[in-house]
C-alpha cells in the first residue's frame, strides 16, 4: 500500500514563500495524479492544485494562479508544491493525495476521489 508523508509546512509572514513535500513510499505507476488540498478552521476544504505525473501537467484553483507551481521528482517520487506571495487566507492544513488513475476535471470530487492520502501539514500565514 503507497502511502504519501507531507513535510515543510511552517509559520511565515504575508509575502513570505515555502515549498511543501509530498513524498511517495514507491513510484506511483500508472496514469497517476497527485493534488493538494487545504482546510483552515471554519472553512470548507478546497484543492489547490494536481499534477498529472506523467506528462506533468498541472492544474491551479484560482486563489492560488499565479503564485504556486508544481515540479516533481520523479526519481525521489517527491511532488513539491512552491508557494510564493503567501497572504494569510492560505493558512491551513495542507493535504496531499493521490490516485493512480488519472486527475479528475478541475477538483471534482474532492478529497474523497483520491484513494491515497497524506496526514496533512500546517501552513500559518501571518499578516
Known amino acids: 500500500q503507497v502511502s504519501l508523508v507531507e513535510s515543510g509546512g511552517d509559520s511565515v509572514q504575508s509575502g513570505g514563500s515555502l515549498q511543501l513535500s509530498c513524498a511517495a513510499s514507491?513510484?506511483?505507476?500508472?496514469?497517476?495524479?497527485v493534488a493538494w488540498f487545504r482546510q483552515a478552521p471554519g472553512r470548507e476544504r478546497e484543492g489547490v492544485a494536481k499534477?498529472?505525473?506523467?506528462?506533468?501537467?498541472?492544474y491551479f484553483a484560482d486563489a492560488v494562479k499565479g503564485r504556486f507551481t508544481l515540479r516533481k521528482d520523479n526519481p525521489k517520487n517527491i511532488v513539491y508544491l512552491r508557494m510564493n506571495s503567501l497572504k494569510p487566507e492560505d493558512t491551513g492544513t495542507y493535504v496531499c493525495?493521490?490516485?493512480?488513475?488519472?486527475?479528475?476535471?478541475?477538483?471534482?470530487?474532492?478529497?474523497?476521489?483520491?484513494?491515497?492520502r497524506g496526514q496533512g501539514t500546517q501552513v500559518t500565514v501571518s499578516s
Open positions: 493525495a493521490a490516485r493512480l488513475n488519472g486527475c479528475p476535471d478541475f477538483f471534482v470530487g474532492g478529497l474523497e476521489a483520491y484513494n491515497i
Open positions: 514507491e513510484k506511483l505507476a500508472g496514469n497517476a495524479c
Open positions: 499534477i498529472l505525473l506523467e506528462y506533468g501537467h498541472t
